[in-house]
């Protein structure tokens, strides 16, 4: 996996309503106690980020007229104070507050997405923004990050909340600059904690080009390329149930036949879990037996530095759409043998598809399984003290 060096401070730009207290509708301002309510968990998780991880806490929010005679300031400070004093009497301390005051038809340069208000942190080599985060419920937030060319993670209770004219935009800036979205505290402080299991592998050999994307913590999202068709649709259980990004282009040899193709894809995904899973503290490291209509399939999997494979599955059929039978062997030995772990695979049933179907993914839950991680432990699940 590759690293990134930190030069400055990261920054968390936290928002304030929908993130850190909940949204005040129909008119979206906190300007009684009355709508006052705290976001579910906020309190424990960002503590716990304030506490344990190393980033400058700001809050930046869009207060629509405010000081004007529609939102009186008297109806405004009272609330925020209390707020702010909350949230330090737990220990979360905010560096600044950046308050904009515009209404959304003046197109202020200050108003969020706008960064104008983030001068002190844009060219300061003080600062490093390229591992800075916002923290926002709207898609303004998550365009804000991508304005300051930091990541966002997006509190998504209601995708429709924030400006019209990007609402289009939402595909791409969830490829180019969401890293998280989620709707739990809990969820943001595992992945700052943790941070995202991904690697982009490429394996080239004069028979196949190989290149395979990884995100060991994504939502199950997946474009597979082999030029088989049956493959590629394996590959995808993989993705979907194991819930993981996964990103395969393979280009072989396929007018000489399917066998290079489908080992060195093996050995290419073998190869890119291992590098994401260079280390290995808190993760669960075992992992499932899954049914399939008549069919019933057991993959046991240990993470645990050495290959190895068990394989009792049969077919009489020599091929799956275009893929012949006997190269599932040879597709899971690729992998135990790249990505150094053992795997026990067992499966009976009646129908050849059915079966397969449910090793691949039996296959996806018992990784699923294995690579949990748990944020509060440093554990590393080996009385010999290295995986």
């Not at 925020?80 to 220990?91: K, P, R």
């Not at 399917?258 to 291992?274: K, N, Q, R, S, V």
Request: charged residues 25%; hydrophobic residues 40%.
């Amino acid at each position: 996996m590759s690293t990134t060096q930190i030069t400055g401070k990261r920054v968390l730009f936290i928002d304030r309503d929908g993130t850190l207290i909940n949204e005040a509708p129909p008119t979206y301002q906190l300007d009684s106690f009355d709508k006052l309510s705290f976001y579910p968990d906020v309190f424990f998780y960002l503590r716990k980020i304030a506490a344990e991880l190393d980033y400058e806490l700001v809050m930046p929010t869009n207060q629509d007229g405010l000081g004007t005679t529609g939102f009186p300031e008297d109806t405004f400070w009272p609330v925020h104070n209390f707020v702010v004093n909350s949230l330090q009497s737990e220990g979360i301390v905010f560096s600044d507050v950046l308050i904009d005051r515009t209404f959304p038809h003046e197109n202020a340069p200050t108003r969020k997405p706008g960064v104008g208000m983030f001068t002190k942190y844009i060219n300061n080599p003080e600062y490093d923004l390229a591992n800075s985060f916002v923290i926002g419920d709207r898609i303004t937030d998550v365009q804000l990050a991508k304005n300051l060319g930091a990541k966002a993670i997006w509190i998504n209770n209601d995708a429709n909340l924030g400006a019209a004219e990007i609402q289009d935009k939402v595909a791409e800036l969830r490829t180019s600059t969401i890293a998280l979205e989620t709707i739990h505290w809990k969820e943001i402080y595992e992945f700052l904690k943790l941070g995202l299991r991904t690697v982009v592998h490429e394996r080239n050999t004069n028979e196949t080009k190989i290149k395979v994307e990884l995100n060991v913590d994504g939502s199950g999202k997946a474009v597979i390329n082999t030029g088989l068709g049956f493959f590629d649709h394996m590959l995808d259980q993989i993705a979907r149930h194991g819930k993981m990004d996964l990103n395969i282009t393979t280009h072989g040899d396929l007018h000489i036949d399917e066998h290079h193709t489908i080992e060195d894809t093996g050995i290419a995904l073998g190869e890119a879990f291992g590098k994401a899973l260079a280390d290995k503290r808190g993760m669960e490291r075992y992992g499932f037996a899954l049914p399939m209509d008549e069919a019933d399939a057991k993959v046991l999997i240990d993470f645990g530095g050495r290959n190895w494979i068990v394989w009792n599955a049969t077919f009489t059929r020599e091929k799956i759409g275009e893929m012949p039978t006997e190269m599932f062997f040879h597709f899971f030995k690729s992998f135990s043998d790249a990505a150094k772990c053992n795997l026990n695979i067992e499966c009976h049933g009646d129908n050849e598809h059915h079966k397969i179907e449910a090793i691949f993914k039996a296959f996806a839950k018992a990784i699923r399984m294995a690579v949990k991680r748990d944020p509060l432990s440093n554990y590393l699940p080996s009385t010999k003290g290295v995986l």
